[in-house]
């Protein structure tokens, strides 16, 4: 139990590191790309007070995104168990790439992060955006199953919808 203890302690001073910030808007294009471009939004459910499921954007091919779990860590910092999710919209490049999304149940604490299930469901899309399109990463995090996919702005799904089968129940 001790040790349980201290990784909340030192994940909480870890934390306390970051500064408060409001939503971002970020703008990835692989190097030396001059082109038409599309946006994607990350998005958030069941939103209760010091949790709610987030579905974000976290990687195109393999670079590494910031996200809306981390904008809202910073835009909530030092409220407790009160949280408001921050959400970010990026511009891509409307070419074929590899989106790396993820749902997951985002906690306004790490105590909460520690002794609760996030339900994290990680998924690879290949798609080719659209010119100036709108796309959405949604999901459900249903606890037999949660699933993350991404949809454009009229709610069709651009891939396949994947699950996360090989979670234990």
């Known amino acids: 139990m001790k040790s349980y203890l201290r990784i909340a302690l ?12 409001g939503p971002m ?5 692989p190097k ?24 974000v954007l976290q990687k195109i091919d393999e670079h590494n995104l910031q996200h ?3 904008s809202t860590r910073r835009a909530n910092l030092g409220r407790g168990f009160r949280m408001t999710p921050s959400m970010v919209t ?3 490049a409307a070419i074929e790439q590899t989106f790396t999304v993820a ?3 985002h906690f306004a604490t790490d105590a909460q992060t520690i002794f609760r299930d996030d339900r994290m469901v990680t998924a690879e899309i290949r798609f080719t955006p ?3 399109a709108r796309y959405r990463v949604v999901g459900t995090l249903d606890p037999a199953g949660p699933k993350v996919w991404i ?3 009229a709610g069709a799904i651009v891939d396949t919808v994947v699950q996360a089968s090989d979670r234990p129940r």
Do not use: K
């Not at 870890?14 to 408060?20: I, L």
């Open 10 to 21: 030192l994940l909480l001073i870890c934390t306390s590191c970051t500064t408060p910030g």
């Open 25 to 29: 808007l970020e703008m990835y294009q």
């Open 32 to 55: 030396g790309y001059i082109g038409p471009m599309a946006q994607m939004t990350d998005t958030f459910t069941n939103h209760a007070g010091s949790e709610a499921h987030f579905f």
């Open 68 to 70: 809306s779990g981390e």
């Open 90 to 92: 990026r511009t891509v």
């Open 103 to 105: 749902g997951f149940v």
């Open 130 to 132: 659209q010119i100036e």
């Open 151 to 153: 949809e454009d702005s």
